[in-house]
């Protein structure tokens, strides 16, 4: 089965809103982000987005209001394209900026904004069903013991449902205390955790 992606070379800036447009409709209709009302004025003019004036409480508004690419200048299919690398693989800002040819800064933008609309996301989230949870060190090499208490690395809980969903946490050490303190709220009461004998 092949993964679905966002992007496709060719794309123009017209698709792209048409796609932005449908996937922020609730119910079918564009709603305002301020009372959530549907029935606006549209201003589409020569643009490819939209402006709305909303009945209602008057709020302006675009297709672009309250997402990532609110106040961006940079063309709706380069986003595409760094959505589709940020999910399909490992991606810094040095190859984002190549793949997209966009300037460093921009490419390191964008990539802080997606990072941070992830996480924004995973707030509150609770993994059910299935779990794995497992730990892990994270650092550089170093002399010394390898392994589980090598020094200079930071103790990692990972936790990840059948669904895909993820969550992974930086813990001080791995007492049972600070395990419990981070699977709590994470994971649903009726949850089947899997793990290792640790």
Request: with cysteine.
């Amino acid at each position: 089965m092949g993964q679905v992606t966002l992007y496709h070379e060719g794309m123009t800036e017209r698709e792209c809103t048409r796609i932005l447009r449908r996937m922020r409709r609730r119910g079918g209709q564009t709603r305002c982000p301020d009372c959530g009302g549907a029935r606006h004025w549209i201003a589409k003019g020569d643009n490819t987005i939209w402006r709305y004036t909303c009945k209602k409480c008057r709020r302006k508004f675009s297709d672009l209001t309250g997402t990532v690419f609110e106040r961006t200048r940079t063309p709706l299919r380069k986003w595409f394209k760094a959505i589709d690398m940020f999910l399909l693989f490992e991606l810094n800002a040095k190859k984002l900026m190549l793949a997209i040819e966009v300037t460093y800064k921009t490419a390191w933008s964008m990539l802080n904004k997606l990072r941070s609309v992830m996480l924004a996301d995973l707030q509150g989230i609770l993994l059910g069903g299935e779990v794995e949870i497992d730990d892990s060190y994270i650092g550089g090499r170093r002399k010394g013991r390898r392994g589980r208490g090598a020094a200079g690395k930071t103790p990692i809980i990972g936790m990840i449902s059948r669904d895909g969903r993820a969550f992974a946490k930086p813990v001080s050490k791995l007492s049972f205390d600070e395990i419990s303190e981070s699977v709590i709220g994470r994971v649903d009461d009726d949850a089947t955790i899997i793990t290792d004998e640790f």
